[in-house]
């Protein structure tokens, strides 16, 4: 009716975004707020997860059990039945062909009422068989005129929440998608032959005709699937380049290391007390030639578990600082964080290099310290966690920001380093005027999760990529072996078998014990560390065995990783905290409790904390069923490979891209419809058409990523 509101119109919508939800939304429109539904379009591209074929009518008589079908009939009789534990609604409707029962054990007054004798109901559902015959239990159901004419296309049922009712998305869907601006925006060259217009598509994918392949639809092979994923590809693609051209415009200090053995950077590689492997050798160089220009560095440097990511970090540092400028580095958790340190101590402090600690457990007088030796540029290089970029820490000349496991940090706090280094590159660089943009460090990003190839090429097309493919000589491969949890004994009795060896005048030997949970869950069912230290205690008497987790205080866990890393300790039981950075060489052997429950990047990063010396190093994965099928599959891998890359492929086939991914695409939104395993044919076209768009249709460009990502595109650049 005119002037009055309906579910998903323009106004109600805008309304919607305008304010508040609490303050303006209620019941389904709220649920349609936390679903992301807002603009016209976002509801446009709410695509059905599958269709109810409403568009025809089955003979009462017809019917077999096990069958979905819709039927049409008069109610004869309706009423509450009592069993022993509960009360029933039961109507019995007939045609002209036979009779069916409809049951609800959980019913309202008036559905009694609007089952009146009499009345035409048209009902759907599932066939079961009853004690008195064939029924359907809580039916899809409305009452009808005898004349009421079917649905001309398919029903389609969409993902929704408890307060969203599929009725009133369906009409909010609708009424979207009748307004929605779904006009052509690129010329019609650069889609692949064949597909249908845009409006066409997604009206075929809401409204499918009654003899629509549905097994196409299904499997997302059909045309109008096919343009849909073209397009957000294409988005992606033109917003990865719009990102990179835009940082090509960005200025940042030229690094040089300067010539001559005398150098930081000279001096450095001189005392190390191994040479760098052909693939470090390769990637420094890459680092440093982007160094040296006057566009900032934005590179991924990623590699296996133990393949020397670390020293090739501390060159990059030693040529910024041999520049004159400051080196910041951030890991995720203080572990690694101090790891880190610890590392670059023993190799910088000896050369004359100055370093500042900062992480949130730093306080009073000592952060205030560190803080002044940062803004006067006394510290060189700063090691730290997420406390790096807290508003309070300003750098004299900060030439390079380095940050490790990057895919640990959330999109926002990358988002955040980024903004919060370029602001100080504008207050401290100096060297720009009104018209030229501020300086920015260099960016180097480091990850032990290799990235596919495909992923890459879709994710970080803005990225420029190092790759560490070698492991330095030394590094013995890991056996890995599977244990069901009913052989915990014959586990423990093979780490009393690993201490033994250490203590027969060969090199001692060391344990980790890996656990998901500290202490004991209602809830979940897992063995947990506390319970698992005092259980390895009193097995192993004389052994020293230890437990770290991350609710322990700081100091805490720095004394019981000291008294690890210096030998003592001979058995540690953790949680994942030291799934990455702890590098203890003597450590040969690593227990995994409940390894089902882990993701295969995060198994293969804790297995490389053993192998790390010259003993053979096993890990044993201990888990308990039934598993699904997916744990199988990340169990096989881990047995079955020790290479990094085929793990994140493997990874990338169990999971998809979304979750492999994770922050860097906001929970999966930039990439919903396409499939990088079965869609490479879409994307290799996408990446070609990318940069003609830019070039001669840049208008349009624009549009069209707007309409696909909106403020997502900054998340592209994290």
């Not at 415009?249 to 007390?273: C, F, N």
């Not at 990455?580 to 882990?598: C, K």
């Amino acid at each position: 009716m005119k002037g009055q509101k309906q579910p998903g119109t323009a106004a109600a919508t805008q309304a919607a975004a305008a304010a508040p939800a609490s303050a303006r939304a209620s019941g389904p429109a709220r649920a349609m707020l936390k679903l992301g539904l807002v603009r016209d379009i976002d509801l446009a591209l709410h695509l059905p997860l599958r269709y109810e074929d409403e568009t025809r009518l089955v003979p009462i008589g017809t019917l077999r059990e096990g069958d979905t079908a819709q039927v049409q009939g008069q109610v004869h009789d309706c009423r509450v039945e009592h069993s022993r534990t509960r009360r029933h609604l039961v109507a019995r409707v007939r045609d002209a062909t036979g009779e069916i029962a409809l049951r609800w054990l959980h019913f309202y007054p008036s559905q009694q009422k609007q089952l009146a004798a009499g009345r035409r109901v048209r009902v759907r559902g599932e066939v079961r068989g009853g004690f008195h015959g064939l029924e359907i239990v809580h039916p899809v159901l409305k009452v009808v005129e005898p004349d009421a004419p079917l649905p001309s296309s398919l029903t389609p049922v969409y993902p929704t929440t408890a307060a969203l009712p599929q009725a009133y998305l369906r009409k909010a869907v609708t009424a979207a998608l009748a307004r929605a601006p779904l006009g052509e925006i690129l010329p019609a060259d650069v889609f692949p032959p064949g597909l249908p217009a845009l409006r066409e598509a997604l009206q075929a994918l809401h409204h499918p005709a009654p003899g629509e392949a549905l097994a196409a639809l299904e499997d997302r092979s059909h045309p109008a699937w096919q343009r849909l994923k073209f397009e957000e590809l294409l988005a992606q693609q033109l917003s990865q380049a719009q990102a990179l051209a835009e940082r090509a415009r960005l200025r940042a200090p030229p690094l040089h290391a300067g010539d001559g053995g005398g150098t930081l950077r000279a001096r450095l590689a001189q005392a190390l007390p191994f040479r760098l492997t052909a693939a470090q050798q390769r990637v420094v160089a890459e680092i440093e030639d982007d160094m040296a220009r006057s566009r900032p560095m934005h590179r991924l440097l990623q590699g296996d578990v133990g393949s020397g990511k670390t020293v090739v970090s501390a060159l990059a540092a030693a040529t910024a600082i041999s520049a004159g400028w400051q080196c910041a580095l951030m890991a995720p958790t203080e572990i690694l964080a101090e790891q880190h340190f610890r590392k670059l101590v023993g190799w910088l402090e000896p050369l004359g290099v100055r370093m500042a600690w900062l992480t949130g457990s730093r306080k009073g007088r000592q952060r205030q310290a560190m803080l002044e030796l940062v803004a006067s540029g006394e510290a060189a290089l700063v090691v730290g966690t997420h406390a790096v970029i807290q508003h309070d820490v300003m750098f004299a000349r900060l030439g390079l920001a380095v940050v490790d496991e990057q895919h640990r940090f959330g999109v926002e706090q990358r988002l955040a380093l980024r903004a919060k280094l370029g602001a100080q590159g504008a207050a401290h660089g100096g060297q720009h005027t009104d018209t030229s943009p501020p300086l920015e460090p260099h960016l180097l990003m480091m990850s032990a999760t290799p990235i596919p190839r495909t992923l890459a090429m879709t994710y970080y097309a803005d990225l420029d990529v190092s790759t560490i493919d070698e492991l330095p000589p030394g590094r013995t491969p890991v056996l890995t072996k599977l244990f069901a949890d009913d052989r915990r004994a014959q586990v423990i009795a093979r780490i009393r078998d690993e201490l033994a060896q250490g203590a027969e005048g060969h090199a001692p030997r060391q344990v980790y014990w890996v656990c998901p949970l500290v202490e004991e869950s209602e809830h979940v069912d897992l063995q947990n560390a506390t319970t698992t230290h005092a259980e390895l205690s009193a097995a192993l008497p004389g052994t020293m065995v230890g437990l770290l987790h991350g609710r322990m205080p700081t100091a805490e866990k720095a004394a019981v990783m000291s008294l690890f890393t210096g030998g003592q300790m001979r058995v540690l039981v953790a949680t994942t905290v030291i799934e990455v950075g702890v590098d203890v060489p003597t450590a040969s052997l690593m227990v995994i409790e409940h390894a089902e429950r882990f993701g295969l990047a995060q198994l293969h990063q804790l297995r490389g904390r053993v192998g790390r010396g010259s003993a053979a190093s096993v890990c044993v994965l201990l888990y308990s069923g039934p598993l699904s099928p997916a744990a199988k599959d990340r169990l096989r891998a881990m047995a079955e490979t020790n290479d990094g890359f085929e793990i994140a492929r493997r990874d990338l086939d169990i999971r998809g891209p979304g979750e492999f991914m994770g922050a860097r695409q906001s929970g999966d939104g930039l990439l919903r419809f396409a499939d990088l395993g079965t869609d490479s044919a879409l994307l290799a076209r996408a990446r070609e058409m990318a940069p003609r768009l830019l070039r001669e249709s840049p208008q349009a460009a624009a549009q069209h990523v707007a309409r696909w990502l909106g403020s997502r595109t900054d998340y592209l650049k994290a």
